[in-house]
């Protein structure tokens, strides 16, 4: 097993990523609850994606769900398109439109990343990087301390099969940026190009960091990750969480894992 930082990564495989997004979600809900117990209010940085998505559905099928004070949750993005707002591709969207919108949130505890101005050019020079600093500036508005980053409980990540996270992507400048909260991501491999993304610094502060892989599509990511490759040329590698690194998986996904580090699947 690979260390990151110091916290050994656990690993958790199920059946199917229908088992493993509502193992997820039962999971996300409760550990939302123990820190409104512990704390008065829970923080949570959400993802996109296919699995992201699912488990926010999931997290909407489940009655464990109104155990959850919603009113004393806060709800971030680790990144996101940039794209007007309101496009379906946008994280925010398909997040509203499998979860949030059902729930009783505090819409001022509901951090959307900038989307470009209406009647505005997305692509403006500057502008990508203005909306960056906007939502680095909600951050540090929300910090409790000198970091510029609010107490996070749970961080949600999505791996992509060629390792990246959030909108991190191998051998992108992006992925080395150290000095900054948020960054603005330009030439993304994958569409939309332009995007906004949390920093691994910044991902590297949340409590507990949750890398969420279903589908063999994944399994190569999910093996080079956790067989321990270099963080600053694989993503999902070089990222954890201050007190607990989960990598949550189904079983096509687990596939490649070497034997000492694959657990038997769970239903």
Do not use: C
């Amino acid at each position: 097993m690979t260390v990151s930082g110091g916290v050994i990564p656990r690993v958790l495989v199920h059946r199917d990523a229908e088992v493993l997004a509502a193992a997820a979600a039962a999971r996300l809900l409760t550990r939302i609850v123990d820190a409104q117990s512990e704390r008065g209010s829970a923080s949570v940085v959400l993802t996109g994606g296919r699995n992201g998505i699912a488990l926010l559905r999931a997290v909407a099928a489940a009655p464990a769900r109104e155990a959850v004070d919603w009113s004393r949750v806060d709800l971030w993005w680790g990144d996101e398109r940039y794209l007007p707002a309101g496009d379906p591709d946008r994280n925010d969207t398909q997040a509203r439109e499998a979860l949030l919108d059902s729930l009783p949130l505090d819409p001022a505890r509901v951090h959307a990343v900038p989307a470009p101005d209406p009647g505005t050019d997305p692509a403006a020079l500057g502008a990508l990087e203005a909306a960056a600093e906007r939502y680095a500036a909600e951050l540090a508005a929300a910090s409790p301390d000198a970091s510029g980053l609010p107490e996070w409980d749970v961080l949600l990540l999505g791996v992509g099969p060629d390792t990246h996270v959030a909108s991190l992507f191998p051998d992108h400048p992006a992925l080395g940026e150290t000095g900054r909260t948020v960054v603005a991501v330009r030439g993304a491999p994958k569409p939309p190009a332009e995007r906004i993304s949390l920093t691994r610094p910044a991902i590297r502060g949340a409590r507990e960091v949750w890398l969420l892989a279903a589908g063999e599509d994944k399994a190569g990511a999910v093996a080079t990750a956790l067989s321990g490759a270099d963080g600053d040329s694989v993503p999902a590698a070089g990222v954890h969480g201050t007190e607990r690194t989960l990598w949550l998986l189904d079983t096509a996904a687990s596939a490649q894992l070497p034997e000492r580090i694959r657990p038997p699947a769970t239903d």
